[in-house]
């Protein structure tokens, strides 16, 4: 099997397919070098092992999936805390965060928004101790009142601006494609070296559900070229990380899924 550089396997694509410890050993079967984890796989293996899997088979970690929820956890602090510690723990590069969105019955997504914004401020000195870096994911707008309130690039810039150093951007296709300022605003991270993770996966017409009916490369309506043209253009050159949720693929079988992976990579992206 050839090596695949360039390429990262966001765990979540072959959840239901593997566990952490066969996940790992596909990926190193497929020649993939990048793998990014979630918080459950990892405390399901425990983090010693995790990292003892991950250096066995040569891989490497992008961002560990996932701290954040700023706004609907009361002990976000606590926990995005040890989500730290794990990250650190098997060698991740940044620590995903996927901020939070409206609290039960709130209609006030201004006050999530400070809310997210004085959460990042209190966790990111134990970061910054810890010299693991923050990386704020924006989610498409439609996922606004249960998930994510930061919903544009420009909006994660400005919070990284008002926060300092230790502070990036994860820039996932899926959410960031349609925006009008895509371009202007992926050069803005560049230069403010906030680029932090690159995740790919395709938007589907029609999309039957919200959350896992994400698209492999070319089934969707994204450019994945002119995006990866941006992005290296902005000085970042690091893995372009699949991260599919879909009932479909997970039905498939997890080699079916990683060898699409990889052509559709070497096809489109
Ligand atoms: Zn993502």
Not at 110 to 135: C, F, H, K, Q
């Amino acid at each position: 099997m050839s090596d695949v550089p360039g390429l990262a396997i966001n765990l979540a694509t072959v959840r239901q397919q593997f566990d952490l410890k066969a996940a790992a050993e596909a990926c190193a079967r497929h020649g993939i070098s990048w793998v990014a984890p979630w918080r459950d796989q990892v405390a399901a293996t425990g983090i010693a092992e995790t990292r003892r899997i991950l250096d066995g088979n040569g891989l490497r970690v992008t961002g560990l999936c996932r701290g954040g929820m700023f706004t609907t956890d009361p002990n976000a602090q606590d926990d995005n805390r040890r989500a730290i510690d794990e990250a650190v723990g098997i060698g991740a590069t940044c620590l995903v965060l996927v901020v939070g969105g409206l609290p039960r019955g709130s209609r006030d997504i201004v006050g999530a928004r400070r809310t997210v914004e004085d959460g990042l401020g209190t966790l990111l000195p134990y970061a910054v101790a810890n010299n693991l870096p923050l990386a704020i994911e924006p989610l498409h707008p439609v996922y606004a009142p249960d998930r994510a309130c930061i919903n544009t690039l420009a909006q994660a810039l400005d919070l990284c601006d008002t926060l300092g150093s230790g502070v990036g951007v994860v820039l996932d296709t899926y959410h960031l494609w349609w925006d009008p300022n895509l371009l202007r605003d992926i050069a803005r991270a560049g230069e403010g070296n906030r680029i932090l993770a690159h995740h790919i996966s395709d938007f589907l017409v029609p999309t039957r559900d919200l959350l896992n009916d994400r698209g492999m490369m070319g089934d969707g309506v994204i450019d994945f070229k002119a995006f990866r043209r941006a992005v290296e253009a902005a000085g970042y050159h690091g893995p372009q990380e699949v991260e599919i949720f879909s009932t479909g693929w997970w039905a498939r079988s997890g080699d079916d899924v990683l060898s699409t992976c990889i052509d559709r990579f070497h096809s489109v992206c």
